[in-house]
């Protein structure tokens, strides 16, 4: 079982293709499966100069930002940024130049995986964020993959990074997930206590997926057992 985010989405996804018989199933955030966009290399080799010229600056910590976060988190002129890219801010100020600059040009020259997702057979669960600049990449990639064993949750207000912006949106499409393997077993309140955590003790109003941020797609998000 694997997951992955944007880019580590991508790699999973070919490693899964290459190797079918080591992976059984994938949980992609924000994936990517297409060569970049001429929109999109434009966007990374303008990061790649300012990157060049000028370090770690602040504008180009706005652009890696705006391509992962949504402006909720992000704040602005009467809205304090979140903890999350605060964090994330400190972390860019730590991460060495020339090793940003390789995976701006690894991203940059990606191959298209369009025709090859035919040969994925592991089960695969996706999520995006409906501000997402991969949005349209992940229905892409959706719509390619047998609808058998794929599954798609739009994430509502949230951008690239629904494992940072939003995790609780994750839990109950996951749990739904590994369902199909067997892995979920119903808790006994006769043994121990109740979970505050457990889908019995929750109420059912809190589990809707429009309380939770979610525009689930009834078609995508079927699980059929292999």
Partial sequence: MCMGVTAGAYILTLFAIKHRHRVIGLIL???LCKAP???????????????YYYGMCGVL??????????????GSANVAESDIVQACRRLLDERQSPNVSRFLGAINGRPDLTERLKKLQCRSLIFIGENSPFHSEALHMTSKLDQRYSALVEVQACGSMVTEEQPQAMLIPIEYFLMGYGLYRQPQPSVSPRSPLSPSFISPELLSPESMGLKLKPIKTRISQV
């Fill in 61 to 74: 910590k706005e652009l890696l930002l705006q391509r992962y976060f949504s402006k909720e988190v992000r």
């Fill in 37 to 51: 966009s001429w929109t999109e290399w434009l966007y990374n080799k303008a990061m790649s100069n300012l990157l």
């Fill in 29 to 31: 955030v924000s994936p």
